[in-house]
């Protein structure tokens, strides 16, 4: 099996832990506060990485055009989408948000089609629809049009550009250097809006209990950028985001297998549907048929 498909669904599986454990940990948080505490002690954590392998002569060698690009890969990815999923989350359901964020798939397609001239089949499309059919069917969403699901809705199409930037610039980079730049220049512009906010004071006044929390969700976001990034640069950005949405099944599963919870006929036939889903994409990536539907490139490919 390719070795980008075998990373990436380390990075789902690290992802559905992600989820169930922060779930725990954030209660009591300012959200902008502690995903700035857990990117930049990433940032820190990929830069000695980086140093320790020797890839530091990749980072003193970058021209200012891949910093310009690593800095919107922060920008769209590490910072901006982040203020604006939490501003979401607390103005709608946790059902509509999560949603709504797992159609990221559909305009990661979309954009690697357009910029990165990937390929597109019917049985891609096929398992999209698997995808998101299955998705809702576990979660049934409430949706409606409102400000909160809008803001979740940019949150996502943010991530999605970033995830198709991020693509490109690995065409050049290592997956440790992309990560490192996500973590440093997305922590950079939450700084800066914490500092507009009046809430750098509360970076001092954590409890204990709370570095604790940013310790331990650090580890999962460490091995999240750097199995992802890694594995991406290997695989179609399509491909990569079908596997990540074996995340919320997994999450589900946690809950059911230590918190009690009961899994309905829906949650387990949409868990079904959505592997179906992945596999098909999966399949299709690593043995594509002789036709597709391509999309003229816009520049980056």
């Not at 990034?229 to 997994?250: H, Q, S």
């Amino acid at each position: 099996m390719n070795k980008g498909i075998v990373l990436v669904f380390c990075t789902a599986l690290i992802s559905g832990f992600s989820i169930f454990i922060n779930s725990f940990g954030v209660k009591g948080f300012d959200s902008s506060v502690f995903t700035f505490s857990k990117n930049i002690l990433a940032a820190v954590l990929l830069f000695a990485i980086l140093l320790g392998i020797g890839n530091w002569k990749e980072l003193k060698n970058l021209t200012k055009n891949q910093w310009l690009k690593l800095t919107a890969i922060g920008f769209t990815g590490g910072s901006i989408p982040f203020l604006l999923f939490f501003k979401g989350l607390q103005m709608t359901t946790g059902t509509a948000g999560s949603f709504i964020h797992k159609t990221m798939f559909v305009y990661i397609a979309v954009f690697a089609m357009i910029f990165l001239k990937e390929k597109m089949t019917k049985g891609m499309l096929a398992g999209a629809i698997l995808l998101i059919g299955g998705t809702y069917v576990m979660i049934q969403p409430e949706l409606k049009l409102s400000p909160g699901n809008l803001l979740i809705l940019a949150a996502t199409m943010f991530w999605a550009i970033e995830n198709t930037l991020a693509k490109h610039v690995l065409r050049d980079l290592s997956g440790t250097t992309v990560a490192f730049g996500r973590m440093f220049f997305g922590s950079v512009f939450i700084f800066a809006f914490l500092f507009a906010a009046g809430k750098t004071s509360i970076l001092f006044s954590m409890s204990t209990s709370q570095w604790k929390w940013i310790l331990i969700s650090d580890v999962f976001l460490l091995l999240y950028v750097l199995t992802y990034y890694n594995g991406l640069k290997l695989i179609k950005v399509t491909t990569a985001a079908a596997i990540l949405t074996l995340g919320a099944p997994i999450t589900t599963l946690l809950s059911w297998s230590f918190l009690e919870a009961t899994l309905t006929i829906n949650e387990a036939a949409g868990m079904l549907l959505i592997v179906m889903g992945m596999i098909l994409i999966v399949w299709l990536s690593e043995h594509p048929p002789s036709t597709a539907v391509k999309a003229k490139g816009y520049g980056w490919a």
